[in-house]
């Protein structure tokens, strides 16, 4: 299967406009390609994983405990 990965450079935006520009991001790619996301705001520790769950994507790995803050993001079923 050949995939799309995407990655979303969102140091410098506060929330709520890394959620705002991953929901317009994933909206646009394939069931199961993957975005990494890179951001320096500490809401997205609380708000990623929670978007993930609300929405039905997999957060396939989280690494936050030095910024930048990386997400890798598997695009769920819609």
Sequence with gaps: MNTKNIILNLIGLKCPEPIMVIRKTI???KQ???ILV???D???KRDIPYFCNF???QLI???THVKPYR???KK???
């Design 32 to 34: 199961h390609e993957t």
């Design 42 to 44: 500490p809401s997205t």
């Design 71 to 73: 997400y890798l993001l």
């Design 27 to 29: 909206r646009k790619i």
């Design 61 to 63: 790995e989280h690494f």
């Design 38 to 40: 890179l951001s320096d």
């Design 76 to 78: 769920g079923i819609v």
């Design 55 to 57: 929405m039905k994507h």
